[in-house]
């Protein structure tokens, strides 16, 4: 049984607050949980087929997001984290969310266009890098550009929040939190 995000949330929520509910004991909390657990795993982020973005608009996201957070030695990059899916799957849930990035994605593609390219998945990599380039830094960007430097802050933030949120980003974060503690010694007297 797929669970939708908000369902998912909903769970989350009880199992989160379910011990301080008088009735609620620890296998209501199980049973939440489990049912979070299952849902989650009932699609791989790599199987997961847009429904928000179009097939070129997903693809475009994904190059992005590569170009973002490329993969180094210490992990995968954005698209093998599962960026493009985790994006579409918020801009599915969070409403008006989808409006910006599509028009942003558009504008890349008709900046594109209008410099004599076709599409920007479609230019070679040094000139995806010279379009990037131009929009990267909203501080600096030339007149006329102002659209395109918003839309890539806005892909910057999404990209950041989807592989810094997944397993993979965790793991490069070398965060060790949520790790049971076997005891706690108190603040250090220093």
């Keep these: 049984m797929a669970l ?13 607050i379910g011990s301080t509910i008088p009735g609620c004991g620890p296998s209501d909390i199980e049973n939440a949980a489990s049912k979070v657990a299952a849902a989650s795993k009932t699609m791989p982020l790599a199987d997961r087929e847009p429904t928000v973005l179009s097939r070129h608009e997903y693809e475009t996201v994904k ?3 590569d170009w973002i957070i490329p993969a180094d030695d210490r992990s995968g990059s ?9 994006i579409d799957f918020i801009l599915e849930d969070v409403e008006g969310a989808a409006e910006p990035l599509q028009r942003g ?41 102002e659209e395109g430097a918003a839309f890539f802050t806005l892909m910057r933030d999404m990209t950041a929040s989807g592989f810094w949120s997944s397993q993979m980003g965790v793991e ?19």
């Design 172 to 190: 490069d974060l070398g965060y060790k939190g949520n790790t049971a503690n076997p005891g706690w010694e108190g603040c250090s007297h220093e």
């Design 105 to 145: 994605l558009a504008w890349l593609d008709a900046h594109v266009a209008s410099t004599g390219g076709a599409t920007f998945i479609e230019l070679p990599e040094k000139d995806q890098q010279a379009v990037l380039d131009q929009i990267a830094w909203p501080d600096d960007v030339a007149p006329g550009l």
């Design 4 to 16: 939708s995000r908000r369902e998912s949330l909903k769970l989350m929520a009880l199992a989160a």
């Design 78 to 86: 954005a698209s093998d984290a599962g960026v493009p899916a985790f």
């Design 63 to 65: 190059v992005l997001a």
